[in-house]
């Protein structure tokens, strides 16, 4: 398929961080899954395509990219509502999440990449269980995704190693490469050193990243210091964990010597702002990570703690948090901003040619709606786009150059049975953990 865009405010994307661009009455040529233009269209060479879609009073820019979720926690939405981490943990999820089975994890996930398409979210990265089944959904739901089993070890049995590296020998790189896996150890205090030299070892071999969580709250940090005598980063660094691509999850609770050890080895950070916020886990230092030279991207974390995956509030709320804690209002610009949730991602998810609408890029990519009553007066396009945009903005998601979302209709996905189906498994998994329990 050979697909022009027209009559678009383009912005091609961030690479730099002190301005985004933006190219009125723009256009984009996209052979296949490749963007072999994208400028203004007074200057586009000709081109037959296949089909035109018009975006007028819209901005083209690159999808988003979520990096880090556990997406079918859709099914879980709103669990443990107001718990501490801990008993939010043991008493609400791990309870509900005995109860899956292949049928409902289906439904959650494609229920999960319905949301993210909705909202302009292109890819993402997961961790979580029954990734076999979650990678035959995102191979035909038409999403670009990293997986990654949640392995833990708490007996130095490494079980949890087999299902972990079957599956990212299995699908690694399939679906024309939108699934890719990592090896994906929960956190310093869910696993053991010897798991851990495993999967340095396994995942150097393979040549697939790292995706773990690190010091999300103060009690990880703390019992990390009882157990290793260092904090998690120093830890992971002893295991020679970080020499390898590394996607390290929230590190809200760092000190100095953290952001320099996950700067020196360009660990990228998966900031979870809402999640971090609705668990009390606090606010990592973003800015101070930023202005040291760390890798920063944006999650949303999984729906039971959040309660969405609509990327578009994150986008809002990191600049915010961290103006608000510095007092600085000056700190994370609108160009660092859009960058977290675009380019940052996509070389996290190890892709050198995502992230950027340029020739020779994968084609995911989105509209955004900018003729409405918060998008006006449009005086500060960079301002507006990461403070005024709103997730239902977005009218059309475009992945691998394919159209899966266009102006609330899917191309892949049956919304209406999806829908039916969240109320109903929901109902399902209560239904079971009340009778485990009875």
């Known amino acids: 398929m050979r697909t022009r865009i027209t009559n ?8 730099g961080e002190s301005h985004i661009p933006f190219i009125p009455d723009a256009e984009i040529q996209i052979d296949v899954n490749r963007i072999v233009y994208a400028g203004k269209a007074e200057g586009a060479p000709a081109f037959a395509a296949e089909e035109t879609i018009d975006g007028e009073a819209c901005l083209c820019m690159p999808g988003l990219v979520n990096l880090h979720t556990h997406t079918p926690m859709t099914y879980l939405r709103s669990a ?13 999820i791990f309870p509900m999440e005995k109860q899956w089975d292949e049928q409902l994890i289906r439904a959650a996930t494609d229920l999960g990449c319905m949301e993210m398409l909705r909202f302009g979210t292109t890819a993402f990265n997961d961790m979580y269980f029954y990734t076999d089944v979650m990678a035959q ?3 035909h739901n038409g999403m670009r995704a990293m997986l ?14 087999d299902e972990g590296v079957a599956m990212a020998e299995k699908w690694n790189h399939a679906a024309d490469d939108r699934i890719r896996f990592s090896l ?3 956190s310093e205090g869910a696993t053991t050193p010897k798991l851990l030299a495993k999967v340095v070892q396994t995942a150097g071999l393979m040549g697939i990243p790292v995706h773990i969580h690190v010091s999300e709250t103060d009690a990880d940090v703390k019992g990390c210091w009882r157990r290793r005598g260092v904090t998690p980063p120093a830890y992971l660094e002893q295991l020679g964990l970080l020499d390898l691509p590394v996607i390290a999850a929230h590190c809200v609770w760092c000190n100095d010597r953290d952001i320099e050890i996950l700067r020196k080895h360009k660990v990228t950070i998966a900031h979870n702002p809402i999640s971090n916020l609705k668990l009390a886990s606090g606010i990592a230092p973003i800015a101070k990570m930023l202005k040291a030279g760390c890798k920063v991207a944006l999650g949303t974390d999984g729906v039971a703690s959040n309660n969405n995956l609509n990327l578009w509030e994150e986008i809002k709320l990191m600049p915010l948090l961290q103006k608000g804690v510095t007092l600085d209002p000056t700190v994370v610009t609108p160009a660092q901003t859009l960058k977290t949730a675009t380019l940052r991602g996509a070389r996290a998810l190890g892709y050198n040619d995502l992230g950027l609408l340029k020739p020779g890029y994968l084609a995911d990519l989105i509209l955004v709606n900018l003729h409405t009553p918060q998008m006006l007066p449009a005086t500060d396009m960079e301002s507006n786009l990461i403070y005024a945009v709103q997730g239902s903005d ?7 150059g394919r159209v899966l979302y266009r102006d609330g209709q899917y191309t892949t996905l049956d919304a209406d049975t999806l829908l039916r189906k969240a109320g109903e498994g929901a109902a399902e998994m209560r239904r079971r953990l009340d009778a485990s329990r009875a």
Not at 8 to 15: K, N, R
Not at 83 to 92: E, G, M, N, P, R
């Open 80 to 92: 443990g509502a107001d718990l501490v981490l801990a008993d939010w943990l043991h008493k609400a």
């Open 184 to 186: 994906a150890p929960h």
């Open 8 to 15: 678009i405010l383009l912005t091609p994307g961030v690479e």
């Open 394 to 400: 977005v009218r059309l998601t475009m992945v691998n």
């Open 148 to 161: 990654g089993h949640g392995i833990v070890d708490f007996d130095e049995s490494c079980a949890d190693m």
């Open 137 to 139: 959904v995102i191979e």
